[in-house]
């Protein structure tokens, strides 16, 4: 009896998970179906050993799993990731992918409108991100793998992981603190966004410009994101306030206090600069991506002065391009700049 490797889309009740997701999870924290025929059958069962299951398992396959353990899935996945990241067996770029796919798999119904935010699932992005986090800072090759590795489409798990990501390695190359001070940059990095859960779709998914009343519903996500943090730990983080600062910005024309500089914590800065640059180079419902180049000729000249001058050059260096940004940085400028990180 054969699985048909690809299962798209999942029967009611179910959710597919791909194989190489499994890997490095050795028992079986659920029951894996495959869809064959008109509904779905039990291929291995809770608390068996997943490697041999993975062992036998199709290249390219995926299992279902019932949406009813699907925490029960994530919450394993989450385990597996250090494990994952760790692993010498695959290749840097195997294991970023790998690692990425993970990443999204447990941290999707986060950024769900339908989830309620709840302390236990804040914790699990916690932990997600902690061990990126920690392996991104001893482990250079790894560095180069996430970045090169990141997926750019229109879906808000995918932005909060890049932001976080560019984040972290930033960070690191601005030899930024502590392992905690990273820590706080890639967690508020991540769930920068998180209150965009609180803004009608009709408004997030607009392919054109917003008018004035759909801005100021658009803005609302920064205050709607700070609070469903504290509210799920029942306490403001350490990161707090860089979801609180993420849109503002260094001349003041920022949101949603329209602070200058001096009045913006560092890690809110960077933060702001990896959101906006990933939002730039990501396609959105209301513009095409720009390249990497153009994002940031666009954060240094038609959006000149918004951001940090040393942190922003820092960026550029980091990316590779400071040379040839700094030759044509006064040229004009670009016009047509659209809603950056709405």
């Known amino acids: 009896m054969s699985a048909h ?12 998970v791909p ?15 495959i869809w064959r025929g008109p509904r779905p059958i039990l291929y291995a069962m809770r608390g068996g050993d997943l490697r ?26 989450a385990a597996s990731l250090p494990r994952v990241l760790a692993n010498q067996r695959m290749t ?7 690692a990425y796919s993970i990443a999204a798999k447990v941290l999707t119904p986060v950024f769900t409108r339908e989830n309620p935010l709840d302390h ?8 997600t991100i902690d061990a990126i986090t920690l392996h991104l800072i001893d482990d250079e090759e790894m560095v180069w793998a996430m970045v090169a590795t990141m997926q750019k489409h229109v879906a808000t798990h995918t932005h909060a992981i890049n932001t976080a990501v560019y984040g972290i390695v930033l960070a690191r190359f601005m030899q930024f603190g502590s392992t905690d001070a990273i820590r706080d940059v890639a967690r508020g990095g991540l769930l920068h966004d998180i209150g965009k859960n ?8 607009k392919a054109s410009t917003l008018d004035a009343s759909e801005w100021q519903v658009m803005r609302t996500h920064v205050k709607a994101g700070h609070d469903m943090i504290v509210r799920a730990l029942g306490y403001p ?21 329209g602070r200058l500089e001096s009045g913006i914590a560092l890690d809110s800065q960077l933060v702001g600069i990896v959101d906006a640059f990933d939002a730039l180079t990501s396609k959105r419902p209301y513009r095409m991506a720009v390249s990497a180049f153009d994002a940031l000729h666009i954060m240094r000249v038609a959006m000149r002065g918004q951001f940090s001058d040393e942190i922003l050059r820092e960026f550029i260096k980091l990316l590779g391009g400071f040379q040839a940004m700094s030759a044509g940085m006064d040229s004009g400028d670009l016009a047509g700049v659209m809603r950056v990180a709405g």
Request: glycine content about 6%; proline content about 10%; some cysteine.
């Open 198 to 205: 609180r803004v009608p779709r009709v408004v997030l998914d």
């Open 237 to 257: 983080p350490s990161y707090a306030h860089i979801i609180a600062e993420h849109h503002e910005r260094c001349d003041g024309s920022g949101y949603p206090a």
């Open 92 to 98: 840097p770029v195997e294991r970023s992918k790998t």
């Open 52 to 77: 041999k299951v993975i062992t036998r398992a199709q290249r390219g396959m995926s299992f279902l799993v019932r949406e009813i353990d699907s925490d029960l899935l994530r919450g394993a996945l």
């Open 19 to 33: 194989a190489r997701v499994l890997t490095d999870i050795a028992t079986l924290p659920c029951d894996l179906y």
């Open 5 to 16: 490797p690809f299962i798209t889309p999942a029967p009611p009740g179910y959710e597919p």
């Open 120 to 127: 236990d699932g804040l914790l699990l992005t916690h932990q």
